[in-house]
């Protein structure tokens, strides 16, 4: 059976505390920008970009944010593996497993923007063997399959 997360607002609270959590364990800083910025990523619901966060970042700061501020941010979470890139959209979406290395499954749908973590430890197996195989050292990875969910094929058949 899949291990599936929708990253929506209901996931947001346990998710905030698990960060700051984890943020404290490794001696890095949430500060309240990186929170809100999290924060504001898991009640999106869907893949967010930097432009598209930064007027909902600026209306609960109550002051204008620069795009290097907003890209800082990102960085920060995205090297904590508490949020990964949607390469395809360049977007950003909360990572369900923070507390792990892992690779990254998205399916994200094409007509609502929509996207779904999966676990799977099949596909986690396969990215650790050919990294053996290659002596390589993965620090990130992040799997995107694009397509069309079930409620949009539904909608538009």
Known sequence: MLDTHVHGPEAAPAALKEAM????????????IRR??????????????????????EAALGRKLTPSTVYRTLEFLVEQGFVS?????????????????????????DGCGGS??????AIEAIVAGEAAALDFAVAHSVIELRGTCHACRAAHP
């Not at 959590?21 to 309240?32: H, K, N």
């Open 116 to 121: 779904v973590e999966v676990d799977n430890p």
């Open 21 to 32: 959590t984890l943020c404290s364990e490794r001696g890095a800083q949430m500060t309240p």
């Open 85 to 109: 890139r949607i390469e395809s959209r360049n977007a950003f979406v909360p990572c369900a497993h923070p507390e792990k290395v892992h690779a990254c499954v998205f399916f994200v749908c």
């Open 36 to 57: 809100l910025t999290l924060e504001t990523l898991w009640r999106a619901g869907a893949p967010l970009g930097a432009y598209d966060l930064m007027p909902r970042l």
